[in-house]
């Protein structure tokens, strides 16, 4: 096995030990289902902290230094974060009006979120992406950690009972994560798009607060899938915009960036 594959090997590997450590350790400290709703809000997510702190030391032992913890380059591709940033806005006009939790509830929220935030992006687009990329040419790497990402949503079916609805959960978590490992290719940096999800995910339940307690009837995933089809579906296609071309794409294996390169000296 050559050193790419071995290391694309061992990153699946320790992607599968953090997923276990995500869902395993919150299984076990719950009786019974639970929405994800109240995972969020009522106590610290203390498997997706175990989790991240799994990801820390096994990127660190492993001397994996090229995951993207460095700033944008160029600094003008941050511009490619309207299309979320514009849909955070719209949501979170939205949360303020729907809204129903206390400040308390918030702050946990805002923890549990950051922590998603930053776990799955350096397990998806961090580890799996920085060993998938070396690999594999660009569109089996791409859709292969954007499909892992998306798949291992199901398992929350697991926590909530709701296996329709978790379905529906990973469709949608495979568009947006198209998105986002667009936008990290295109800022060659991990950071940006960790900030994205965690707020993202903190706006989403924030806007989920106000919605009814009550267990969802067992044709609500056609509504759900409906909704976020067209919630999810403009980023996936913007996803895919941005890495249309070998031209934009320049750089993608190594995060490098040459200003003075012809295909990387502008924004396109």
């Given at each position: 096995m050559t050193a790419p594959f071995a290391r694309l090997a061992l990153a699946l590997l320790v992607v599968a030990i953090w997923a276990?450590?995500?869902?395993?350790?919150?299984m076990l400290v719950q009786s019974s289902t639970i929405s994800l709703q109240e995972l969020i809000t009522r106590g610290l997510a203390w498997g997706v902290a175990a989790a991240a702190l799994f990801l820390v030391a096994a990127t660190w032992l492993a001397g994996w230094r090229d995951l993207g913890f460095r700033k944008p380059r160029p600094m003008s591709s941050l511009r490619l974060l309207w299309l979320p940033?514009?849909?955070?806005?719209?949501?979170?006009?939205?949360?303020?009006?729907?809204?129903r939790l206390g400040m308390s509830a918030i702050i946990m929220v805002a923890i549990n979120t950051a922590l998603?935030?930053?776990?799955?992006?350096?397990?998806?687009?961090?580890?799996?992406?920085g060993a998938a990329r070396k690999a594999l040419s660009f569109w089996p790497g791409f859709l292969l950690v954007s499909a892992a990402f998306g798949s291992v949503h199901i398992f929350n079916a697991l926590i909530t009972g709701e296996l329709s609805g978790a379905g529906v959960q990973a469709l949608n978590a495979f568009m947006s994560g198209c998105a986002y490992l667009a936008i990290r290719i295109r800022t060659r940096s991990i950071i940006p798009i960790m900030i994205i999800h965690a707020t993202w995910d903190f706006v989403v339940f924030l806007t989920g607060s106000g919605a009814d307690p009550a267990p969802a009837p067992p044709d609500a995933w056609m509504s759900q899938l409906m909704f976020g089809l067209m919630?999810?579906?403009?980023?996936?296609?913007?996803?895919?915009?941005?890495?249309?071309?070998?031209?934009?794409?320049?750089?993608?294996?190594?995060?490098?960036?040459?200003?003075?390169?012809?295909?990387?000296?502008?924004?396109?």
């Open positions: 276990a450590i995500t869902l395993g350790s919150t940033v514009l849909y955070l806005l719209a949501l979170g006009a939205t949360g303020a009006l729907a809204g998603v935030g930053f776990s799955e992006e350096l397990a998806f687009r961090g580890v799996l992406w919630l999810t579906g403009p980023l996936f296609l913007y996803g895919l915009w941005l890495v249309r071309n070998e031209q934009v794409r320049a750089g993608w294996r190594d995060d490098s960036y040459d200003p003075t390169h012809p295909k990387q000296g502008e924004m396109r």
